[in-house]
């Protein structure tokens, strides 16, 4: 007799539903799993003896065969031990228990008891495209709560449990246990920033319109506090952003607590371009996709090497990275936010008149970072020690909201094509044809344009919206190297 049930892998952040069947027929006694099992999944046939024997179960005597599909695909780890489980109990119909779609994700120990996995946030992404709406877990696994809407859950303690509440088609939407759904990033603690109106807007429309950002400046004028304040402006993400999010930061993290807050990312100096990109026999995350949809922080950018910072072009450009995962080409998402700082020299006190570099020092110094990640930047501002003095303004938690309602504006008028006005467009080409910008200078000034335009609850851009888009990215005077000897 046959009986299937429906269980998951997982390689890296993917998952793949496995339909597993079972037969059960006369013969020698002799239990197989084919389908590409690894030794981990092989090792379940153990697991799942000695279940059946704890939860008063018994054991098909005769020839038991188990087919994982597709079988095409290789399977690992032990997600698969209660799934294979309830396929054989169908298949040996002792007891009776009635088929359905419901997934089953547990690791069985040998006392029959369920033990919860870690990383199971891509099993809801999964399920969803599949059209699946039923989930098995053990009554100790930790899930993101969106699950507790998107399905139904049955948990279970022991396999014994599960065989009870399949017999009786009891299939509980019981809410899990709560995990971290607070909003860290907005809860935390903001340092003052005293002042500095002017950067706070530059942060406003770097977050609206997630624009990349460099700032430079001396030792102590606060450049390192914006980046990290730069966090508590970006809007939530959405249930779906959260969950693909979360399926990558398990990998990296198992007790990672789910949260609709943007990742933010802050490497060390000293990371190797592989810390950033990630990949490997195993399919490790880097940086850059941990920091996907979210802010990766490069704090004193140009102690990086060359060479990781380099790595960075393809990202910035695609938004995602190609990785070699056991000799396969993998496509990682890293759809991230570049915010970096930096000094403007070795010493750090250049245009301060108490600087000690020679020009060619600072000229060296700033060779550190490659040319065409430099031009990948949106904004280069420089922050200066009497900026932070300033007052007036509107503070940090008041440009939230309007960050929320501009990105809000931008999504509605699909990004980045609202109208350019007539005089928008002529400031735009004159200033273009009197800087001799390039065409990325361009579009990267009409982005600028269209998020200010957004912050001020216009569709429309005008004049004086590319005016300021053009004073924070004025071609011809991004590279901070002619700024920092001038």
Known sequence: MLGYAFGAIRHGADVQ?????????????????????????????ARIRSAFHHAGL????????????????????????????????????????????????????????????????????????????????????????????????????????VVT????????????????????????????????????????????????????????????????????????????????????QEIANPDYAFTLRPPVRRPHHAISARGLLGGGRWGTPGEVTLAHRGVLLLDEMLEFSHASLNALREPMDRGAIECTVNGKPTLFPASFQLIATANPCPCGYRGYGDCSCHDLDVRRYWTRCPGPILDRIDIVHHVNRDTGR????????????????????????????????????????RACDRLRASERDREKIAALATTIAALEGRDEVLAPHVEEAIVWRRPGSLSPVRNAIT
């Not at 339909?19 to 379940?44: K, N, W, Y």
């Not at 970006?234 to 999010?245: I, K």
């Not at 990004?415 to 928008?424: F, I, K, M, V």
């Open 17 to 45: 539903i496995v339909r597993v069947q079972a037969d059960v027929g006369p013969g020698f006694p002799r239990f197989t799993i084919v389908g590409l099992p690894d030794s981990s999944v092989s090792e379940a046939k």
């Open 58 to 161: 018994p054991f098909p005597k005769g020839r038991i065969t188990v087919n994982l599909q597709p079988a095409s695909l290789k399977k690992q780890g032990s997600w698969l031990d209660l799934a294979i489980a309830v396929a054989i109990l169908r298949a040996s119909a002792s007891p009776s228990i009635p088929h359905d779609s419901t997934v089953f994700v547990a690791e069985l120990s040998l006392d029959g008891g369920l033990v919860p996995q870690s990383g199971l946030s891509a099993i809801g992404l999964r399920m969803r495209d599949e059209g699946l709406s039923s989930l098995c877990v053990s009554t100790d696994q930790r899930l993101p709560w969106p699950f507790d809407n998107m399905f139904h859950m049955m948990r279970a303690a022991d396999l014994a449990d």
């Open 165 to 248: 509440q399949l017999r009786q088609s009891q299939v509980h939407a019981v809410r899990s246990p709560a995990r971290n759904v607070t909003l860290p990033e907005t809860t935390r603690f903001v340092p003052p920033l005293n002042g500095h109106p002017v950067e706070l807007r530059l942060l406003a429309i770097c977050a609206a319109g997630r624009h990349t950002l460099l700032m430079v400046g001396s030792p102590g004028v606060g450049k390192t506090t914006l980046a990290d304040a730069f966090a508590h402006l970006l809007p939530d993400l959405t249930e779906d952003e959260a969950l693909e999010v979360a399926a990558w």
């Open 390 to 429: 300033e007052q007036g303004g509107a503070s940090l938690d008041a440009w939230v909201e309007r960050v929320r309602e501009a990105t809000a504006l931008l999504a509605s008028s699909s990004g980045r094509t609202s109208t350019l006005s007539d005089d928008a467009h002529r400031v735009l080409r």
